[in-house]
């Protein structure tokens, strides 16, 4: 397992797991086995393992409830967590503490370069986890951006990706015509949410997609702070002159979320599982790629230098790497999951919601997130902070 030489070919892995998990598979798998109480029951076969204390740095929307109450029951080990909403959060608390306090931390794929440099991380032992049970593509992104000195540093938690939620009760969408460009039509004027980049990054893919702006899909953008200033001097102005189409800036699945409900957003670029939450609670929104593609990250499980409870930290990778558990993962989140066998699992509702998120060909031109140099994120913020405050 060595790193690739052009980042975006380990990126391509997640297009081949998520092409995978195709409306076919969702729809022609068993039917659902029951609710998560209902799941097969998990097998702690290490008795050291069997109690004690686990302390998880984890996303906030990713460990929905009954994931951690099932997981205690079945091993008597007892979760901690201390969630974050951003990347960047993590990466500032690993750097404060040196990863001590934390067990398991939660890197996004693509990150791999900047948690190498930040050297807090030990290398996983790949004998000891259930790694024959994820989805090969999965694992193959994780070995092919975080393995260096021949040790593997992250592992597989569950997928996603950015692209358009809107309310449906006010405005009808096609996925024929839908564009992250349609974000910014003059009906849409004061109702639209994002992050700062991500806003950025969809002008970009519109602007390569119409020919304006010819970038391989801002691909070009990460192969030096060069290319970047480039192509994002060129963006930037355009995000300015859409700043009067903001209604807010979200910065976590909750505001996305009020921003729907409460806050007169009408439509905006947003992560799947919030949206697609909603959806399934019978909320008046949806979610769905565009023509440009819907813009897809993985987010993972890596193991700080500090970390005390190794015997319960594998058992919680062994279990989060099962079926069961790898689908109450993506069942309550409304993010999808990474274990063979777990779509199977999925209610009717999920599986409906991903097939509309996904029509037609919308799994072929997904984007996939490439490995980030580490001057990237850097940069990229200071353009972000730049459109923010215009």
Same mark, same amino acid.
């Given at each position: 397992?060595?790193?690739?030489?052009?980042?975006?070919?380990?990126?391509?892995?997640?297009?081949?797991?998520?092409?995978?998990?195709?409306?076919?598979?969702? /729809? &022609?798998?068993?039917?659902?086995?029951?609710?998560?109480?209902?799941?097969? #029951?998990?097998? $702690?076969?290490?008795?050291?393992?069997?109690?004690?204390?686990?302390?998880?740095?984890?996303?906030?929307?990713?460990? *929905?409830?009954?994931?951690?109450?099932?997981?205690?029951?079945?091993?008597?080990?007892?979760?901690?967590?201390?969630?974050?909403?951003?990347?960047?959060?993590?990466?500032?608390?690993?750097?404060? &503490?040196?990863?001590?306090?934390?067990? /398991?931390?939660? #890197?996004?794929?693509? /990150?791999?370069?900047?948690?190498?440099?930040?050297?807090?991380?030990? #290398?996983?032992?790949?004998?000891?986890?259930?790694?024959?049970? $994820?989805?090969?593509?999965? $694992?193959?992104?994780?070995?092919?951006?975080?393995?260096?000195?021949?040790?593997?540093?992250?592992?597989?938690?569950?997928?996603?990706?950015?692209?358009?939620?809107?309310?449906?009760?006010?405005?009808?969408?096609?996925?024929?015509?839908? +564009?992250?460009?349609?974000?910014?039509?003059?009906?849409?004027?004061?109702?639209?949410?994002?992050?700062?980049?991500?806003?950025?990054?969809?002008?970009?893919?519109?602007?390569?997609?119409?020919?304006?702006? *010819?970038?391989?899909?801002?691909?070009?953008?990460?192969?030096?702070?060069?290319?970047?200033?480039?192509?994002?001097?060129?963006?930037? *102005?355009? =995000?300015?002159?859409?700043?009067?189409?903001?209604?807010?800036?979200? %910065?976590?699945?909750? @505001?996305?979320?009020?921003?729907?409900? %409460? @806050?007169? $957003?009408?439509?905006?670029?947003?992560?799947?599982?919030?949206?697609? +939450?909603?959806?399934?609670?019978?909320?008046?929104?949806?979610?769905?790629?565009?023509?440009?593609?819907?813009?897809?990250?993985? %987010?993972?499980?890596?193991?700080?230098?500090?970390?005390?409870?190794?015997?319960?930290?594998?058992?919680?990778?062994?279990?989060?790497? +099962? =079926?069961?558990?790898?689908?109450?993962?993506?069942?309550?989140?409304?993010? @999808?999951?990474?274990?063979?066998?777990?779509?199977?699992?999925? +209610?009717?509702?999920?599986?409906? @919601?991903?097939?509309?998120?996904?029509?037609?060909?919308? /799994?072929?031109?997904?984007?996939?997130?490439?490995?980030?140099?580490?001057?990237?994120?850097?940069?990229?913020?200071?353009?972000?902070?730049?459109?923010?405050?215009?």
């Amino acid at each position: 397992m060595t790193k690739p030489t052009d980042p975006q070919k380990a990126a391509e892995a997640t297009v081949r797991a998520a092409q995978a998990f195709t409306r076919r598979t969702l /729809l &022609t798998r068993s039917a659902v086995l029951g609710t998560a109480a209902a799941m097969g #029951p998990w097998i $702690v076969k290490d008795a050291l393992s069997s109690s004690g204390t686990l302390n998880l740095l984890n996303w906030d929307d990713e460990l *929905p409830d009954p994931v951690i109450p099932t997981f205690e029951k079945k091993t008597g080990i007892k979760v901690n967590t201390t969630p974050f909403s951003q990347n960047e959060e993590q990466i500032n608390k690993l750097q404060a &503490t040196g990863g001590t306090g934390f067990d /398991l931390c939660q #890197p996004t794929a693509n /990150l791999a370069p900047p948690y190498k440099e930040l050297e807090v991380l030990q #290398p996983l032992d790949m004998k000891r986890m259930n790694l024959d049970g $994820v989805l090969p593509a999965f $694992v193959d992104t994780s070995a092919k951006l975080w393995t260096w000195d021949g040790k593997l540093y992250h592992v597989p938690h569950t997928w996603g990706s950015e692209a358009l939620s809107w309310r449906t009760d006010l405005v009808t969408l096609d996925y024929k015509t839908l +564009s992250y460009g349609t974000m910014w039509e003059d009906r849409f004027r004061g109702k639209v949410q994002g992050r700062p980049h991500s806003l950025m990054l969809g002008i970009g893919l519109w602007l390569d997609a119409t020919g304006k702006l *010819p970038t391989n899909r801002m691909l070009d953008a990460f192969k030096s702070e060069e290319a970047f200033k480039k192509i994002y001097d060129q963006i930037l *102005p355009i =995000a300015i002159s859409k700043k009067p189409w903001i209604k807010q800036f979200w %910065d976590s699945a909750d @505001n996305t979320k009020s921003g729907l409900l %409460d @806050n007169g $957003v009408v439509i905006g670029q947003t992560w799947d599982g919030p949206p697609l +939450s909603l959806k399934k609670a019978g909320k008046p929104v949806t979610y769905m790629a565009p023509q440009e593609g819907a813009i897809t990250w993985l %987010d993972g499980w890596s193991m700080p230098k500090s970390a005390k409870n190794i015997e319960q930290a594998y058992e919680w990778l062994k279990f989060v790497h +099962s =079926a069961e558990g790898s689908a109450m993962v993506a069942e309550g989140s409304g993010y @999808n999951p990474v274990a063979k066998g777990a779509d199977a699992l999925l +209610s009717p509702v999920a599986k409906k @919601n991903f097939s509309e998120a996904y029509p037609g060909d919308a /799994l072929s031109k997904i984007w996939p997130r490439p490995a980030e140099p580490s001057w990237f994120a850097d940069l990229r913020n200071q353009y972000a902070e730049k459109f923010k405050a215009a």
